[in-house]
């Protein structure tokens, strides 16, 4: 038994730490009226003016509800859903603790990634599966920490027995299976796995689960969709539902999801997900590839988005997993850096005539649902920037021939889409498009003065292109609407190119006006799959194509295409279904017959469950331990908890309450602290005291994050009543000790874009300064400022951090405040009355191991740091004599970044000192070895 407990706290723990799903704390600005739809499958909670959008998924859930429980379990429980629409994000979730959704309503201008159909149905058939899962695997030892620990002990069963693949490979079946697209049916989707095959490239089962930082390994959406589908297809649709529900259920405590899987296949694990995967060469004719096959060990980058400058020169976007994206200019082979391009949701950019334009994200101030997307025009010749469009949401720009004028989409926060045209000396709009066919635009390029091409959708999710008329909006269209995505287009002369989903590739295909006719254009590349982003000039056509390695450009000449003419009616097919026939079977199409029908719409009141107490959540920080109520209200504008506390050391209890509102400006914050039982010594002798303690205060976070840095700033104040009452023998002697005081702080940090590799920013500040103080009975105060510097090592991946604190506080010592003071490494600190410490470090990586064991622990980097400290400190004797002291360290840290059953985030350190100076205040020795462990493994 003492093994099965030791067991259960390590999954608990391990669990606890793996990052949930970033919900933005009072990210909706106070001004939005909210509105509700209110079902008995779901409550929808909208701004003012999406009412369509929020009957349709209102529609859809209702409708769908029920074929979709026959394949994975009936249990049902309403979802609170909240849509919002002042991102630019195209995201969504559904989380526990607490239970909800929300959907982030501008969709991506990439058809290729996430399919073509109508965003809302897009993201209400993924992610309502995710609903049905969470309902459904609400079983067993799962509802056992469930009824314990509230909504996050489910999840934590749930992730510990359930692999995340499964979570998003099963959702995104799903989306395929109700609908005619769905990212199982876009070739785009299989690119990563078939890049592998195809280079020979035959990670391991853990490398496959747990990424690399030195290699390209897709993530679990395509992973669990291979394996998932590979399920229904050879063991039919109840597979996933008694594996999961034995899974969830911990039929077996140790590895539950692999025994249930070898139950219910009559096949082992490691044998299924073979299977799997070999099903899935078999249909790119990938599978005698040679494990050894692959001879190209060049590091991962994208070169992406190329542009011919004349016949010679090209311009691109580079990265890599040690370079942020930078704007390359290559001629003869040689490549020069333009600029690092600005943080962006993707790396499209337009060139014309020396200059470049793209679109720049850029967050709200001070909402962390309301972003912005601005445009960006820079001069490659002189270098000079400029900044086109303030708070706006507009993508894909395209610049004209003569350079005056600037088309570009406007995603606005009612779901509609619209082409606007602006002066490109100054941002203003010359004319809104019409837009009478309510289409989608994506990648529009001008085509002459009067008219604009653009691959767009319209509102069934079919695509084509289409040549819109500026004046009225007219449009007509070269291709068929289907089902299959087009992207990308470039005009060259007479002839439109553009990318196309074609039976199982993404192409190239072509349009020539001169003739009207369409044409496939074949050539057999021998690197990379997928021919994206063409451009063209008189003699070359170049494209990206992705490989193993990252999206490499891949130039031809035009002698060596092969241009086959193409019947209109052949694009009108769909795509393959990579023989998986299921998704044409069970609850195949179900999106085509969701109703019309209305429902009722009433105000959703911002104070409707303010408290809405949703788990139990332990925490263990010896000797400190605690349980923990938490609530969190739907909107999440009010964050609250009451907590029991207990020190194992001083053997003290305390229970609390504490809240933060972050509706409106700023957060406002209270609660208040009882203990009891507390212990002190006075004059040798041992006192009891019970202890109050409220406090309210505010805050004011801002963010000023635009261009390649981003930038945050963070101040508030605090105010703490303490009423200490002493007990038994010196209750009449002590009393009531009451006093208030006052802790104001400030943070600010800064920092440049950071590479995947890089451990940290190449540069970056931060600083937080702190000041507190007495305001009633006492005097006294302590200042404190900590920061750091952070500069580029001598490679991209090595970072220099240079560290300054320093503390002042009172002399006369009739109060003390806790400082958290960064203290020389290895020593034991102290308090005291005037302190300053600088430090250097050295980090960079040591190995990329990509190893691990029995799918337990995965090592993905190994680094180290170097240090040296020195802190010097003065205070007084007591007999008033000055006392002053050096406490000087030098030594060497190294950090396991590591994750633990395929899922858990932790890095462990371990860390070597060598101290310079006595510790005073400490053992002997100048030896000191220590484990660094994670400062909070709940809820990293």
């Known amino acids: 038994m003492i093994f099965y407990r030791k067991y259960f706290i390590f999954i ?9 799903f970033a919900q933005v704390f009072g990210g909706s600005p106070a001004s939005i009226k909210w509105k509700q739809i209110n079902s008995s499958t779901a409550r929808i909670i909208f701004p003012e003016g999406l009412d369509t959008t929020a009957e349709r998924i209102s529609n859809t859930i209702s409708f769908i509800n029920g074929p979709m429980q026959n394949t994975i379990g009936k249990k049902s429980k309403k979802i609170n859903l909240v849509l919002q629409n002042q991102t630019t994000i195209s995201n969504a979730y559904v989380g526990l603790a607490p239970f909800r959704s929300e959907f982030f309503l501008t969709p991506l201008q990439n058809s290729f990634e996430l399919g073509s159909l109508p965003w809302a149905d897009q993201l209400t058939i993924h992610e309502y599966r995710h609903v049905q899962q969470y309902n459904n695997f609400n079983v067993g030892l799962s509802k056992v920490m469930y009824d314990i620990f509230g909504e996050e002990g489910q999840a934590l069963a749930n992730n510990a027995t359930i692999p995340n693949w499964f979570f998003e490979g099963d959702a995104v079946y799903n989306e395929t299976n109700v609908s005619r697209q769905g990212r ?8 990563g796995y078939r890049a592998l095959w195809h280079e020979g490239k035959n990670y391991s089962w ?7 930082f030195k290699d390209f390994v897709p993530n679990h959406y395509p992973l669990g969709f291979l394996l998932v589908a590979y399920g229904r297809q050879k063991y039919g649709d109840k597979f996933w539902e008694n594996v999961t529900h034995d899974a969830a259920s911990l039929k077996g405590l140790f590895y539950p999801f692999q025994k249930a899987i070898k139950k219910y296949s009559g096949v082992n694990y490691v044998t299924f997900r073979n299977d799997a995967l070999n099903f899935f060469r078999k249909q790119f004719n990938l599978e005698n590839i040679n494990p050894v096959r692959s001879t190209r060990r060049e590091p991962y980058k994208d070169e992406e988005y190329p542009a011919y400058i004349g016949n010679d020169s090209l311009i691109y976007v580079k990265s890599s997993y040690n370079q942020v994206p930078e704007f390359i200019i290559r001629t003869a082979g040689k490549e020069h850096k333009v600029k690092i391009r600005d943080y962006s949701i993707d790396n499209h950019f337009s060139y014309r005539n020396g200059k470049i334009i793209f679109a720049t994200y850029r967050p709200d101030i001070r909402w962390g649902y309301r972003d912005y997307s601005d445009l960006r025009i820079i001069d490659v010749t002189s270098g000079k920037e400029q900044t086109l469009t303030n708070r706006t949401k507009y993508f894909s720009p395209d610049i004209s021939e003569d350079g005056k004028k600037v088309i570009a989409v406007d995603e606005s926060s009612d779901t509609k889409c619209t082409l606007k045209l602006l002066d490109a000396a100054t941002g203003k709009v010359t004319q809104s498009i019409a837009n009478p066919d309510q289409l989608f635009y994506t990648y529009p390029k001008f085509y002459t003065d009067k ?3 653009s691959a767009v959708r319209n509102p069934e999710g079919k695509m084509s292109i289409a040549v819109i008329d500026i004046d009225d909006g007219e449009s007509s269209y070269l ?3 289907s089902y299959n995505v087009i992207g990308f287009p470039y005009l060259f002369n007479d002839t439109l190119y553009f990318s196309y989903s074609y039976q199982k590739n993404d192409e190239l295909f072509a349009y020539t006006f001169s003739d009207n006719k369409l044409w496939k254009i074949k050539h057999e590349q021998d690197t990379g799959f997928g021919k994206y982003e063409p451009s063209v000039n008189a003699e070359n056509i170049i494209w ?39 998704l044409q079977k069970t609850n195949s199409n179900l999106l085509y017959s969701v109703p019309n029908d209305t429902f009722s719409f009433t105000k959703y009141p911002k104070a409707f469950k303010l408290f809405n107490f949703h788990s139990i959540e332990p925490s263990a920080n010896d000797p400190v331990y605690s349980l923990n109520l938490l609530s969190e209200n739907i909107l999440n504008t009010l964050q609250s908890q009451f907590s029991f506390t207990y020190d194992r050391a001083e053997k003290y209890k305390e229970i609390g309450f504490s809240g933060t509102y972050g509706g409106f400006f700023p957060f ?15 004059h040798g002798n041992a006192v009891t005291f019970n202890e109050l303690e409220p406090f309210a205060g505010f805050n004011i976070p801002l963010n000023f994050s635009k261009g390649r840095s981003f930038t945050f700033l963070n101040f508030g104040s605090q105010y703490v009543f303490n009423q200490t009452n002493y007990r038994d023998a010196y209750k009449d002697t002590l009393g009531k000790i009451s006093y208030g005081y006052s802790s104001n702080f400030i943070s600010f940090s800064h920092q440049i874009q950071q590479a995947v590799q890089q451990i940290y920013p190449r540069f970056a500040q931060t600083l937080n300064i702190n000041y507190k103080a007495p305001v009633s009975k006492y005097k006294g105060y302590q200042f404190m400022a900590n920061g750091n510097l952070y500069f580029p090592g001598f490679l991209k991946t090595h970072s220099i ?6 503390l002042k506080k009172d002399s006369i010592g009739e109060i003390s405040f806790s400082s958290g003071f960064p203290f020389s490494r290895g020593y034991s600190s102290i308090n005291l009355y005037e302190m300053y410490k600088w430090g250097a470090n050295y980090s960079f990586p040591l190995l990329y191991p990509d190893a691990g064991f029995a799918n337990i622990i995965y090592l993905l980097r190994v680094r180290s740091n170097l240090f040296f400290d020195d802190t010097e400190v003065h205070d007084f004797y007591n007999n008033g004599n000055k006392f002053s002291a050096s406490f000087r360290s030098a030594g060497a840290e190294i950090y396991f970044d590591t994750k633990w059953w395929d899922e858990a985030s932790i890095t462990i350190g371990l860390r070597y000192s060598r101290l310079l100076d006595n510790d005073l205040f400490g053992g002997g020795g100048r030896n000191r070895f220590e484990v660094i462990l994670p400062v909070n493994i709940f809820n990293q």
């Open 801 to 806: 951090l240079l560290n300054g604190a320093y």
């Open 451 to 453: 008219k604009i091409i």
């Open 206 to 212: 853990m490398k496959l689960r747990n990424g690399s």
């Open 479 to 481: 291709t068929p609407f």
């Open 544 to 582: 990206t194509a992705f490989t193993a390695e990252g999206y490499r450009l891949k130039e031809v000449s035009k002698k060596n295409l092969e241009f086959k003419e193409m019947k209109p009616g052949y694009l009108d097919k769909n795509t393959s279904s990579f023989g998986i026939t299921t």
């Open 668 to 682: 406002l914050s209270a609660g208040i602290n009882y203990s009891f039982e507390r212990r002190t010594f006075y």
């Open 184 to 191: 199982g049916s876009l070739p785009f989707f299989y690119n």
């Open 12 to 20: 608990l723990l391990l669990v606890f730490s793996s990052k949930s």
